[in-house]
């Protein structure tokens, strides 16, 4: 069990960057190459300048998580996806405020991006760990 901990401490965190990153860049990158369609969805929730705000989204879940997944700055990183994710969260996943065939699904998005902002947080708060480009417990 001890060799096992040792592992997951070496390539844990590595492994679970990546995991954490995957989401956001197929996101942003999604939301790029649905640029309109995306802008026209978000209208209809109600924001206002609808394609400025997927810009910034676009440039938050892209250099989010490929701060994540390198370990450069990781903690701005997070905080960026931290950022995008409470917005996103409340708006978008708004179950209270659903039909009942809409709300066990709108409920398990909010749960889901819940656990991810806590896990960001934790990301957060232990840095990047080995394998990273920012090797130290200070970083950011």
Not at 40 to 48: I, L, T
Not at 86 to 93: A, G, Q, R, S, V
Request: glycine share 10%.
């Amino acid at each position: 069990m001890n060799q096992l901990c040792e592992m997951v401490k070496q390539y844990g965190p590595l492994i679970g960057r990546i995991l954490m990153a995957l989401i956001f860049l197929k996101s942003g990158f999604g939301k790029v190459a649905n640029f309109a369609a995306t802008a026209g969805y978000m209208a209809s929730e109600g924001m206002p300048m609808a394609e400025v705000l997927l810009v910034g989204a676009i440039v938050f879940e892209l250099a989010g998580a490929l701060m994540l997944v390198i370990g450069w700055k990781m903690r701005w990183g997070a905080l960026l996806l931290v950022v995008f994710m409470i917005p996103t969260t409340l708006i978008f996943h708004n179950f209270w405020a659903v039909d009942a065939a809409q709300y066990q699904n709108q409920l398990n998005h909010f749960m889901k991006n819940v656990a991810m902002i806590g896990g960001l947080l934790y990301m957060m708060a232990f840095g990047a760990g080995p394998l990273s480009l920012e090797q130290r417990k200070d970083e950011g």
